[in-house]
């Protein structure tokens, strides 16, 4: 059984630092991509960042460019979203996915198998 499972979120003033973790296991596929995403109440759900298990590079929406990090600790099965400087429109739902046999460079426009419940990120301004 898959599991996803984010941690993490809370209330932060503007300017401050998250860091989420998600927890991914039970997949077995050799080829995977992980994305970071987001959604605030009334919006669509917006990808943000991703990583690939067969390409180097990582992705981030301009968005988020230069103020969040996505790295990855794979003896953990755990990947993060270090979050600086954040902004009031920052508030969303963070979710993390999983998308299994997926070969090459991600793209948070990829088709993503399994998703996490999802943590709540608030920054007040």
């Known amino acids: 059984e898959v599991h996803v499972v984010e941690s993490g979120g809370g209330l932060v003033r503007a300017g401050g630092s998250l860091r989420l973790s998600c927890a991914a296991s039970?997949?077995?596929?050799?080829?995977?991509?992980i994305g970071w995403f987001r959604q605030a109440p009334g919006k669509e759900r917006e990808g943000l960042s991703c990583i690939s298990n067969t390409h180097a590079s990582t992705y981030y929406a301009d968005s988020v460019k230069g103020r969040f990090t996505m790295s990855s600790d794979n003896a953990k099965n755990t990947v993060y979203l270090q979050m600086n400087s954040l902004k009031s429109e920052d508030t969303a739902i963070y979710s993390c996915a999983v998308g299994v046999g997926i070969w090459g460079p991600c793209s948070v426009r990829d088709e993503y198998d399994y998703w996490g419940q999802g943590t709540q990120v608030t920054v007040s301004s």
């Open positions: 039970g997949f077995t596929s050799e080829h995977y991509i």
